[in-house]
């Protein structure tokens, strides 16, 4: 069984091999030989290269949700959310080499961009709620999907950026915001067409049911006054 030490070690090795090699290049038995562990410790602490990306991703969100600042609380939600995603930005900033093989081969291999985006609708769920909006259900994950696909696109804007003032960076981000901010207009809008729908199926169901209950009674009625003549 690895330790977190050990755990520790070879999932910083899988980044720094990530900084200078493609991610197709690096492979399991690499990683092991390179952070001198044990094939069967790393079979222990991580039994594919996808584990290893879902524990980086992990790793940023817990960076997150430590340095999220509570003074934003009373600002709106779109402020807040700017605030968490550009502190995820600057929690990437370490492995940004990394970040780039990552983002080269999910452009690269639809099934692994598949695989990622499913890690990063997780993460991003999270920052949602470190953000303090408060989604659930579905909504959730189609809130999520839509901000794990406008984060891929700053994050894209942030790997060419070289100005550590990250203006660009931000410019990006504000419009997915402002575009987001659009989509969940819509999405209120359609909850709302969604809410009436159902509240009209229940109301059809129940008046329904009392059709059938009224109809049940005149075919009872019906019963009785063809049965009387029978009996005379």
Do not use: C
């Not at 550009?86 to 370490?94: E, P, Q, S, V, Y």
């Not at 991003?124 to 959730?140: C, E, N, P, R, T």
Request: glycine share 8%; aromatic share 6%.
């Amino acid at each position: 069984m690895a330790t977190a030490k050990t755990k520790q070690k070879i999932l910083q090795t899988f980044l720094d091999l990530l900084a200078d090699h493609p991610y197709e290049d690096v492979s399991l038995p690499l990683i092991a030989e390179t952070a001198k562990v044990k094939l069967s410790d790393m079979r222990s602490a991580y039994s594919s290269k996808l584990k290893l990306v879902a524990a980086f991703l992990e790793k940023i969100d817990t960076a997150v949700l430590d340095e999220r600042d509570e003074d934003m609380g009373d600002q709106p939600p779109r402020d807040r959310l700017f605030d968490i995603l550009m502190t995820r930005i600057d929690a990437l900033a370490g492995h940004k080499e990394a970040v780039r093989a990552l983002h080269r081969a999910a452009a690269g291999d639809p099934a692994l961009a598949l695989d990622l985006n499913s890690l990063e609708v997780r993460s991003q769920k999270w920052m949602l709620i470190a953000a303090g909006i408060d989604v659930s259900g579905v909504k959730a994950t189609i809130v999520a999907q839509g901000l794990a696909i406008a984060f891929g696109r700053v994050v894209g804007v942030w790997l060419d950026e070289e100005d550590e003032g990250m203006p660009r960076t931000m410019a990006r981000l504000d419009r997915e915001l402002d575009k987001g901010s659009d989509f969940m207009k819509r999405l209120k809008g359609v909850e709302g067409i969604a809410k009436g729908v159902r509240s009209f199926l229940k109301k059809a169901s129940r008046g329904g049911k009392r059709w059938k209950d009224r109809r049940g009674e005149h075919d009872a009625d019906a019963g009785y006054e063809d049965e009387a003549p029978a009996g005379a």
